[in-house]
């Protein structure tokens, strides 16, 4: 058969089976807030502190009170089910290394990089049976692919007054991705690859402030602003068709036909976020906190779906959660008095641009961490549990898990002269 009629045949299948999850092949993957163990521990996006008392890993505006230079890790692992199906899909890897200074509790640096949108996801179609020039052939199509946009990021923080601090964040977006797209005629595999490479910038300004109160207690606010100093810039390498006839899922010297030719193309201003966030802080007691936040985030450019074997993506989504924290104590006298809890309800809803019906994600978390060793290290571990619907219908089980480790050390303090 020619590689001609292999592509109107691909051009002519169009029904589903099987798939693994839908929900990482829309646009150019799922952008989702951090998943570390203390986020994650408070079903939140990390703009709230939660890490101590007045710190956050991820809100920039709070760096400055840190006491101590801060090394972070996280490791973090997601599973998801088909929910009419047993079709399962799962993640798990690096979820952000970072480094925190405090510079004379006026201000803050950090750096660090970390996932920004992930892409994981094999579709495969119903066999179909096909009568081309006379002969009958048996056809099935094979969507995958794997990847995604990692952020390299600074962030800084600054005193805008006695009761205010800000800060700002950089996030320059580099990565790539996989694709391949598969016909089986009579068990014969015809393939097509492609590859994207990704790069961009965002930049996000924050706000830290300590001037509300509530019921006499002290009332922190949190906002975060963000928008795209370049959007996202793709530039995509793809592959003619040709016969897999190895089946080793990439071309060599043992393929039909003996060359094929790539076309390069680029596409500007494919992604273009632009988000808010406002979180609040309510102390019920020294140690116990009452934590919430409202996050919405937004791609104003339409140009992503046409990345998707879905032709289409994710437009918007907002998250709203509420979590209840126990700080540990600064003068621990029991072994659990070192130990801070979190736990955190959330919902998520994300909207698409061409499909009408929201996709609503609900669950629940619940984190602990431990302290240890001078200057106070600590290792934080978060479990979450939440289900996805799409319409009416429940589509996914959702999994997650995440441990952090944060060790500290003391970095541009004045030290006493010795004689």
């Not at 989504?317 to 130990?339: C, D, G, I, Q, R």
Request: charged letters at 15%; proline letters at 3%; zero cysteines.
């Amino acid at each position: 058969m020619s590689i001609r009629n292999i592509i109107f045949v691909m051009g002519i299948i169009s029904s589903f089976g099987i798939s693994q999850s839908v929900y990482h092949a829309y646009g150019l993957g799922v952008h989702s807030p951090s998943a570390d163990g203390v986020t994650l521990g408070t079903s939140g996006t990390g703009l709230v502190p939660a890490y101590r008392f007045g710190l956050s890993l991820n809100n920039p505006a709070t760096w400055n009170r840190f006491v101590f230079t801060t090394l972070s890790g996280a490791y973090s692992g997601l599973r998801v089910d088909q929910m009419t199906s047993s079709v399962r899909n799962e993640f798990s890897g690096v979820d952000k290394i970072q480094f925190i200074v405090p510079i004379k509790g006026l201000y803050g640096f950090g750096l660090g990089i970390k996932p920004y949108s992930q892409q994981k996801y094999s579709f495969t179609y119903e066999n179909n049976d096909m009568v081309l020039y006379q002969d009958t052939l048996t056809l099935s199509k094979e969507y995958t692919g794997k990847g995604g946009i990692s952020s390299l990021y600074a962030g800084f923080s600054f005193p805008l007054s006695e009761k205010d601090q800000g800060g700002i964040k950089f996030d320059f977006l580099f990565g790539s991705s996989r694709a391949s797209n598969n016909l089986i005629v009579d068990s014969e595999r015809f393939q097509s690859n492609s590859r994207h490479f990704y790069s961009g910038t965002v930049m996000t300004a924050y706000l830290s402030s300590t001037r509300l109160s509530l019921f006499d207690r002290e009332l922190h606010t949190y906002l975060s602003a963000g928008f795209s100093l370049d959007p996202l810039t793709v530039h995509v390498s793809s592959m003619q068709a040709y016969q897999d006839v190895n089946n080793n899922g990439f071309y060599d010297f043992y393929d039909f036909p003996d060359s094929v030719s790539e076309e390069s193309s680029t596409t500007l201003n494919a992604y273009s976020p632009q988000e808010f966030g406002l979180g609040f802080d309510y102390s019920i007691t020294e140690a116990i906190h009452l934590l919430s936040e409202v996050y919405f985030w937004k791609n104003t450019s339409d140009e992503a779906a046409g990345f998707s074997v879905l032709n289409d993506h994710i437009k918007q989504w907002t998250h709203m959660s509420l979590s209840l924290v126990s700080f540990a104590s600064s003068n621990p006298k029991e072994w659990y008095e070192k130990m801070p809890f979190r736990s955190g309800v959330y919902m998520r809803k994300d909207e698409f641009l061409i499909n009408q019906k929201s996709a609503i994600e609900l669950g629940a978390s619940l984190g602990f961490g431990f302290n240890f060793g001078f200057p106070v290290n600590q290792i934080d571990i978060a479990f979450m549990a939440g289900e996805r619907r799409t319409g009416s219908t429940k589509t996914e089980s959702i999994r997650r898990v995440a441990v952090s480790l944060n060790l500290t050390d003391i970095w541009f303090v004045k030290r006493r002269n010795r004689n």
